[in-house]
């Protein structure tokens, strides 16, 4: 499996421009999160999925942030308007659930989004 | 709600020595999870260690170990014979059985040479 594969890599934006960053989880993961890094907050749990459904959405920042799983392969984390505040570095990661052996989490590459 | 705490922001290291990074988390549930991850500057979130609550064995993966103390709910990682590749920040994760992940604030790991 190529891992948890996430684009782009990096974005740079204008102020109230939308942003759409993507996300594929590994095949046969059934838990997929969303987290946002930056030097003041550390790493932050922005919403995480179970089977497609959001589980807990109580980490978006505000209603400009949201998050969607069509289906199994594939997510998307939204921000509109953007603001220089969102920059930092978005990480999807998928896991499966804590039944199984392999219980950690594994990250993609991360989204590095500067908006100016 | 669940916490992971690191108190170290900064550790340092000499070459081939041994450092240890600590961690504790807060919870009421018997079954859970433990990891750290170590992310080297190129951002990547790599898992160094993994933890089940219910085994009473302290995990190893060749130069790391963990020193698990349920009771105390402390979860510290133990780096022998550091290298410069060593050199990261490291997180401490917590998992519950409902399936959230509770992450530390981080320590940065200096390797001197």
């Known amino acids: 499996d190529a891992g948890v594969i996430q684009s782009p890599r990096h974005e740079v934006t204008e102020m109230g421009q939308e942003v759409t960053l993507r996300c594929k989880p590994i095949s046969g993961h059934d838990y997929l999160f969303w987290y946002r890094q930056t030097m003041m907050r550390g790493l932050e749990l922005l919403i995480y999925?179970?089977?497609?459904?959001?589980?807990?959405d109580s980490g978006m920042p505000e209603d400009r942030f949201s998050a969607k799983m069509p289906n199994a392969s594939f997510s998307t984390l939204k921000i509109q308007p953007s603001e220089p505040r969102d920059s930092a570095v978005y990480f999807c990661?998928?896991?499966?659930?804590?039944?199984?052996?392999?219980?950690?989490?594994?990250f993609g590459q991360g989204t590095r989004l500067t908006v100016v | 709600a669940q916490t992971v705490t690191q108190s170290q922001p900064e550790m340092s290291v000499q070459e081939a020595e041994t450092v240890t990074l600590s961690c504790t988390y807060d919870t009421s549930e018997s079954d859970y999870y433990l990891f750290w991850y170590k992310q080297p500057p190129s951002r990547q979130m790599i898992l160094v260690i993994r933890?089940?609550?219910?085994?009473?064995q302290n995990a190893t993966e060749n130069r790391f170990s963990v020193n698990f103390q349920k009771a105390a709910k402390s979860f510290s990682l133990k780096i022998s014979d550091s290298q410069l590749g060593d050199a990261a920040m490291y997180f401490c994760a917590y998992r519950r059985a409902g399936n959230q992940f509770y992450f530390g604030t981080g320590t940065s790991l200096t390797v001197i040479p």
């Open positions: 999925f179970n089977n497609n459904v959001p589980i807990d």
């Open positions: 933890q089940e609550a219910y085994k009473q």
């Open positions: 990661a998928s896991s499966f659930h804590t039944g199984q052996k392999n219980t950690e989490a594994f």
